[in-house]
């Protein structure tokens, strides 16, 4: 089929297929790349999340539950407010009514909780071990499967360092009653300053981070094929200008003198017309029309010498026609018998003269 074809679309559909190659390749390559950028950025963001809850802790502690602490002791109702995590809770929900952090869940997965929702679970505490065992490490992002769904997680350790927050996690004598009453005295005490009690960790289903990817890799595919179908256009356009229009009189000439449509004064102007910008180009183009050009002239030179041998040879013909004609009547019977009747008339005469 490709043998078939004009040059125009053979070079069109091998450059597609050149083309469709790279692109599948650059975007198995790109898509990797993408997957691993839109893990870091996830990985990121919740590392600020989470600074930004430790934050939120901190004032909730130092700021809003010293004013609400009277309150607390007086009045019989528990106020959340005054709990640090409370707060942290609520603005992360917060945050997730926006439409790019629906998908975050946040978890304090501590080895020791208060709230024993809060406690971690296996994998969590492996997590935990490995931050006490490398005090350097800051962060461990990946995939984990929970309850048959793929999660991307993002954690990091956490401590206390601020003393003032050891006043509900040290003892149950330093806690206040109304913590007491509601916690019991049992969990989330003898946490020490410093010391790694679990991980922050940010879950995100898994399906999110390959959606981001996806998103990303289709939109620089789209871009790449877009410049690709530019570029074959182009390249389509410029073949068809510089290559195939000049070869087009040339064909064209040759198809016409083969065909013996056309005479050696028409090719003469055809040539005049159409060949003569080719003829002038310094290219390899150049170089054929300028051979095509003799050839042309050659042919047609050929031809008028052709003409002028055969009609020399005509005339011969016609003059040893002429001859043989006169040496036929010659040798016929009726001319030699004229010849002996004028022979006899001949001596007929001779004697009677004399
Ligand atoms: C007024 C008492 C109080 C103070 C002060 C306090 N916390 Fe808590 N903290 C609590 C209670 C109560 C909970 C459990 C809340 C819940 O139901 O999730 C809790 C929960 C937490 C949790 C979640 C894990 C768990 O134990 O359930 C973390 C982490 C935490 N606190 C850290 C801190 C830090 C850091 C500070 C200091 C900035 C601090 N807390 C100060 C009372 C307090």
């Known amino acids: ?14 450059l597609s297929l050149v083309f469709i190659g790279a692109i599948a390749l650059s975007g198995f390559a790109l898509s990797h790349a993408l997957e691993q950028k839109a893990e870091g950025e996830i990985a ?31 009045q019989p109702t528990f106020i959340p407010e005054t709990i640090p995590s409370f707060t942290v809770r609520e603005v992360f929900e917060n945050l997730r009514k926006n439409e790019e952090y629906k998908d975050f869940f946040y978890k304090d997965a501590l080895l020791n909780p208060t709230n024993l929702r809060d406690k971690a679970d296996v994998f969590e505490t492996d997590l935990t071990k490995q931050f006490q065992s490398d005090p350097k490490l800051k962060n461990i992002s990946g995939f984990r499967d929970s309850v048959g769904e793929k999660l991307f997680y993002s954690a990091r350790p956490f401590s206390i360092k601020n003393a003032t927050c050891l006043r509900c996690h040290s003892t149950p004598e330093a806690a206040p009653k109304s913590h007491l009453a509601s916690y019991g005295s049992e969990n989330g005490f003898n946490w020490k300053l410093n010391e790694v009690l679990g991980s922050q960790v940010i879950y995100v289903p898994a399906s999110k981070v390959f959606d981001d990817a996806n998103r990303a890799s289709l939109l620089i595919i789209g871009i790449f094929v877009g410049i690709f179908a530019l570029v074959i256009l182009l390249i389509n356009y410029l073949l068809k200008r510089n290559v195939l229009q000049p070869i087009k009189p040339m064909a064209q000439l040759a198809q016409k003198i ?8 028409e090719a003469a102007e055809f040539e005049h017309e159409k060949l003569a910008p080719i003829v ?23 031809e008028q010498q052709l003409k002028q041998q055969l009609q020399k ?3 011969e013909i016609d003059d040893s026609k002429r001859a043989r004609q006169v040496a036929e009547i010659a040798e016929s019977e009726s001319f030699q018998k004229l010849q002996e009747e004028a022979k006899a008339m001949r001596s007929k005469r001779e004697s009677a003269t004399e």
């Open 1 to 14: 089929m490709l043998n078939q074809s004009k040059l125009a679309t053979k070079f069109t559909l091998l």
């Open 44 to 74: 990121y963001r919740s590392q600020i999340l989470a600074e930004t809850m430790n934050s939120v802790r901190a004032f909730t502690n130092t700021r809003v539950s010293p004013l609400l602490m009277p309150m607390v002791e007086t």
């Open 258 to 265: 083969s065909m013996n449509e056309i005479s050696a004064e």
């Open 280 to 302: 002038k180009r310094n290219d390899e183009l150049g170089q054929l029309g300028r051979v095509f050009q003799r050839m042309v002239q050659e042919i047609y030179a050929r």
């Open 313 to 315: 040879l005509r005339l």
